[in-house]
């Protein structure tokens, strides 16, 4: 029997093209605003500073992704938790994802110190307020948690495609922010971290799965596009022996239950990611991450703020 025979060839399958929906990202500002405005009426200030410190922090995320020629790419905003910019890529850079993930934070802690620094010297205190905004929103960003920007920063620099590294880190985070939600009694904070909790639970499943594909000797690091039919077929019935009713699509037509399965054989695959980073990038890298909490703190203890706490 030839490798044809044994191992067909695998059903194409249709890349989602989702647009930029400048009118769908708007419309999640307004309904942002309007939730936090209900919530702190009395403080229009803040909500707006806090808006606009978020979109300086989504657009250098979108700018790079848009650089480098990232697919599908476009900002959400989401009421009570924040913003986020998504995109993808069949093949990614090391260097390239490091650069979308740093011009989220890195600029937002500059700007705000610079802003830390003029509200000091010439007593403004809506520049204050803003600046702590920026300060803050970014620096709890670069926080080593997963999905935080500092937890991808710390996994896209030790670069760890294996299951279980991702998996305990991602426990340790979801733990992380639920005992910090209960200790600020901050009950939002809590809930995310149960919610990451639930994620832990797939990566569990992933774990498993892609364990039992190592000892087939099947190579899952890979674009659907490169993936061989031989290792399709095998993560296919992998995947129906762990999920027998996927073995039940021949009810559907039979290229509609052949895309089916590709669309979880795809969700199993891992992007490969090109190791472009030197060691002395990692340094400077790693240097600029600790500066960037260190400076902030350095203007707050040496600048005098006496006059803004004379005002309250």
Do not use: C
Not at 123 to 137: A, K, T, Y
Not at 269 to 291: A, E, N, R, Y
């Amino acid at each position: 029997m030839s490798e044809f025979e044994l191992y067909p060839e695998k059903p194409q399958l249709q890349k989602q093209v989702v647009r930029s929906n400048w009118g769908l990202t708007v419309f999640t500002i307004v309904l942002f605003i309007a939730v936090f405005l209900s919530i702190y009426s009395d403080r229009a200030d803040f909500v707006f500073f806090l808006v606009l410190v978020l979109l300086v922090h989504e657009f250098g995320h979108f700018s790079m992704m848009k650089r480098f020629n990232y697919e599908n790419v476009r900002m959400l905003f989401i009421p009570l938790m924040g913003a986020f910019v998504q995109g993808s890529k069949d093949r990614y850079s090391q260097k390239e994802s490091l650069m979308v993930v740093v011009f989220g934070p890195f600029p937002g802690i500059i700007l705000g110190s610079i802003g830390l620094y003029l509200s000091g010297v010439y007593q403004m205190d809506w520049l204050l307020l803003l600046s702590f905004i920026f300060i803050f929103v970014n620096a709890i960003n670069l926080l080593p948690i997963d999905p935080l920007d500092g937890g991808q920063l710390l996994k896209l620099i030790l670069i760890r495609q294996r299951d279980l590294y991702l998996m305990v880190f991602a426990l340790i985070s979801s733990l992380s922010l639920i005992v910090v939600g209960f200790l600020m009694k901050d009950w939002l904070v809590a809930g995310f971290g149960f919610v990451m909790g639930i994620r832990v639970r797939a990566m569990q499943k992933n774990f498993q799965l892609r364990k039992e594909l190592n000892e087939l000797n099947v190579n899952y690091i890979s674009t659907y596009e490169e993936l061989s039919n031989r290792d399709y077929h095998m993560i296919k019935q992998v995947l129906i022996k762990d999920k027998p009713a996927l073995a039940e699509l021949n009810e559907f037509s039979m290229e509609e239950g052949n895309t089916i399965l590709a669309s979880h054989v795809s969700d199993l695959l891992i992007p490969p990611i090109q190791k472009d980073l030197s060691i002395l990038g990692k340094v400077i890298l790693f240097t600029t991450w600790i500066l960037l909490f260190i400076l902030p703190l350095y203007l707050m203890l040496t600048l005098n703020f006496n006059w803004y706490f004379e005002k309250l």
